[in-house]
C-alpha cells in the first residue's frame, strides 16, 4: 500500500476514505505496540485513536512527515509513555508479548506437542530478555522496521539496536540449541 499518496489525500484534500485506509492499514500494529507498554487494551486503543486524529488534524503539517510509519509508532510510544507515567502504572509495567506465530504447524500429535514445547521455550526465552532488548526483537522481527526506523521509534541509536538485537538473537539461539539437544534433532 502507497501511504505516501494517501498521506498527501488526507493532509491536501482532506480525503476521509483516504483517512480511513490509513487508520485500518496501521490500526492492528499500533494497538500492539501500544499494548507492549500499557498492557490494557482499552488503553492502547484510546492511545491510537488519540495518535490518529492528531494526524487527520494536522492537515498539511502532514506532509511534513517523511516516514509516516516511523511517526506514528514514534507518537504512540510517546503516548503510552504519558499514559504510565500520568498513571503511575510503569512500576508494574512489562512489555513482554507472545512469541512469533512463524512456526510452522506439524501433523502428527508427537510433532504437535514438541511444537508446542518449543513454541512455549521461544515464548519464554522473549519474555525473559530485558526490556529494551524485546521491544527491538519485536520491531526489528516481527514488524520488519529497519534499524534506523527502530533508533528513531525508542530514541536510541542504531548501534544500540544492532547491540539489543545480537543479545537478543543470541539469548533465543541458546532456546533453539538445548531444544535441539534435548530432542535429538
Request: overall charge neutral; some cysteine.
Amino acid at each position: 500500500m502507497d501511504t505516501t499518496l494517501l498521506q498527501e489525500q488526507v493532509a491536501l484534500g482532506r480525503d476521509e476514505n483516504a483517512y480511513k485506509r490509513l487508520f485500518l492499514h496501521f490500526y492492528k500494529g499500533l494497538i500492539r505496540f501500544a499494548d507492549t507498554y500499557v498492557r490494557q487494551h482499552e488503553v492502547a486503543e484510546e492511545i491510537v485513536s488519540d495518535v490518529m486524529l492528531k494526524v487527520w488534524t494536522m492537515q498539511e503539517a502532514l506532509l511534513d512527515v517523511r516516514n509516516l510509519r516511523v511517526y506514528l509508532f514514534s507518537a504512540v510510544r510517546n503516548g503510552a509513555i504519558n499514559y504510565l507515567l500520568k498513571n503511575r502504572n510503569y512500576t508494574t509495567w512489562d512489555i513482554d508479548q507472545v512469541a512469533p506465530d512463524t512456526f510452522v504447524s506439524s501433523h502428527t500429535p508427537e510433532e504437535e506437542t514438541i511444537h508446542r514445547e518449543l513454541k512455549r521455550n521461544f515464548a519464554e526465552a522473549v519474555s525473559q530478555l530485558p526490556p529494551k532488548c524485546r521491544m527491538v526483537f519485536k520491531l526489528v522481527r516481527e514488524d520488519s522496521f529497519s534499524y534506523k526506523e527502530v533508533a528513531a521509534i525508542l530514541d536510541i541509536s542504531e548501534n544500540t539496536v544492532d547491540r539489543h538485537l545480537n543479545i537478543a538473537m543470541h539469548r533465543l539461539a541458546d532456546v533453539l540449541q538445548n531444544y535441539r539437544q534435548r530432542s535429538g534433532r
